[in-house]
């Protein structure tokens, strides 16, 4: 039971955590405060059910799925990165419910609001698949590392603090904005396609406003332009909202919480909800952030 | 001739910001154009840098056409230049403010930066400095992108003197280098002593051309700028 | 002219009210305060609620429901301020940051409502409800009543916005903040008559929109995303613009019913703003910005 809650535990964070990283890339590092990066989470996801339901074995399907978010990303950001002022944000939150709707209605592909169940795994114990994802864990966090430390690191950086600098010393501002966001959805889909193969379903929740809200509360909490904060966030968060999972454990509130199971998620969504308004109040920067957007 | 402009034009919301604006920067002078507020000097600088598209007009680099280039492609053709506020990457160090002119060694970084007076670490975050050695980080930034046309915008607003006249220095030795440097100034002084030529620009178009000496006696500019 | 036309028209018209009251809030926020105000779409659920639970649960009648789901709605307005977005301005935060705050909160409303009555459906129960039959096209009268009610709001608020004192102030902070407090005028007072009216609108439209449909948790996120998308349309940080905006979402999604499946309506308010940001992106009011 706690071996299987550990797994559990392990599998989510590290999944969690490529998305935070994915996300800070934008947000953090580039200025890009793309409002529907979950978007490109689940497209990987339902990319990847889709391809292994028809019979693609994983190592097609998992890296084919990460390409389409990208893909999706980079034609995105190819006609919205040029928007001034709130609009990248308005049109980037905006793609959140054209995706809800889209999964619910073309149910040709989707099979709408029923999801799609089956999906295979890729491995059949859960403890080599947490080995597995340990692995793609380890490799994006190299990746990330060395990316925002290289050069196209630093221009992303100049881009977000001054894109007019950045532009007048010879930088095309455009072309590194669509390079970020689409490195960025690249590891949203992947991690996207890890998550499908392990609860092995997806539906139309997956663009849920609240799940975002849960991973720009782990980023936030972490920092913006730091990879080791976006760690910590996932981390300490991570602990604290599954910990919120066993308050049906504790004395008197079980009763209350047996007869009203739903206050469980409740619960959840407003405890981080208020970490996330508290901490952009009193401590914007995070844990380890460095700048603020 | 290094720049040259022909009949520039810019509006803004009905107003001509920039009127058939003519006017050629010589090579290895320092050439500054100057003229009361609301010149339209800015404008220009952001037009020949790419900042801004001219409603009509040519803009030419030597002998290429650069008109409504992008910003970066007008860089690339070698046209740096700095802000009247001061843009550097506030969260970057100075090290690597300066890489994203160019890829640098730390010498080559060290030399630039001696070379203006800047002697702060290469690892202080920009953010950290004074305005002043934020502006001297940002003209070093400048001095480091490959250019033929180095053009700074108002370098002695908001520093102190003794920068001010170090700048001086500095800029003299850019032009025994053989660099070419067009600034706008309002400080006078600092104007008539260290300029080859002067353009002055009067709502939206140039009013005169000359040496220093030509300019403070013409009856026009003092018009210009006392108004009449 | 296909025969169910007029009545598509009229479905619209009630939507696009509904639409409208949320851009309205939306709109005059980020005209005033310049930050996207998602949390309209937490009070007007909190409003629906409120007035079912009066109504409903407590048995009062509908005129002192009415009252005291709008004191709720400012209270709960002016407690976000306090609580949050005055800090927020205090510290400097971004717009973004605003954003970001004024989402989360809209989440948490819904968590708030989930947790308080509970994930099922509700409905409001309103005495009788008449139907007028007009031969092309029926309409209710508490749907009557949204359009009158809607359209007296909005005369409301043109009101304030062009007639007093308050909104010529509103219109000077708007404009230039620095100058507003030369002659005068303490933006944080104005802030706080903001935040009263827009919980006021808040209070109206979710009592509306909880009359023309079921109540969920949920319900305060799609209608502030087709406020949001009205307030695009109608030219960002436009009142009277927001609110032609959510009539024209309105219509044209009812309408669109004609030539799409109903389950892509909401595509069609997004197709309608991407259209308008690529190819006018001030909006249908907006003045466009000034290239500087």
Redesign the interface.
Known sequence: MIHDFLIYFLLIVLIYTIIVMSFNLAVGFTGL?N?GHMVFFGIGAYASALLALSGAPWYLAVPSSALIAALSGAIIAA?TVR?????F???T??LV??A???S??WISLTRGALGLPGVPPIFKDSLHYMIFVMAVFALSVIFFYWLTNS?TG??F??I???E??????????YFYKILSITISTFFAGLAGSLFVHYIKFVDPTIFD??FF?LI??ML?AGGL?SIQGSIAGVFTLGIFVELIRFIDRVPLLSTVLAQ?P??I??????VY??I??YL???R?RGIFG???? | MILSLKNVSKTFGGVKAVNKCIFEVEENKITSLIGPNGAGKTTVFNIISGLAEPDSGIIRLGSKNITGLAAHKIAKSGISRTFQLTKVFRNLSVRDNMLIAKKASDDEIKRILKSIYFDKPLDTIASELSYGQQRLLELARALLMPHSLLMLDEPTAGVNPKIRQELKTILRNLRKEGKTVFLIEHDMEFVMDISDTVIVLNEGKVLKVGKPKEIVKDRKVLEAYLGK | MPSILPQLIINGLIAGSIYALAAAGFALVYYVLKFQYFSHGAIMSIAAYSFFAFLNLMGMNYLFSGALTVIISILATLLTNFLIYNPLRKRRATSNIKLIVSVVLLIFATALLQAIFGSSTKSITLGQNKVFDFGTFTITSIQLSIIIIAIIIFLALWFILKKTRLGKAMRALADNKEVAQVVGISPEKIYTYTFIIAGMVAAVGGILLGLEQNLYPRMGIPIIVKGFVSSVVGGLGSVPGSIIGGLFIGLAENIGVLYFPTGYKDIISFVIMLLFLLLRPQGILGVKARDS
């Open positions: 405060v409002l006609l928007l001034k002022g709130d609009y944000q308005i049109v939150l905006g419910f054209i809800v709707t889209l619910r209605n050069g630093k221009i950086q100049a977000r603090d001054d007019t600098a950045s532009s007048v010393l010879g930088k095309n501002t406003l609240e809200v720009l509360s936030i332009a009203h739903e206050l998620g409740a619960s959840r969504t407003m909800s208020v996330v308004i952009l109040i009193f914007p460095r700048v603020e957007v």
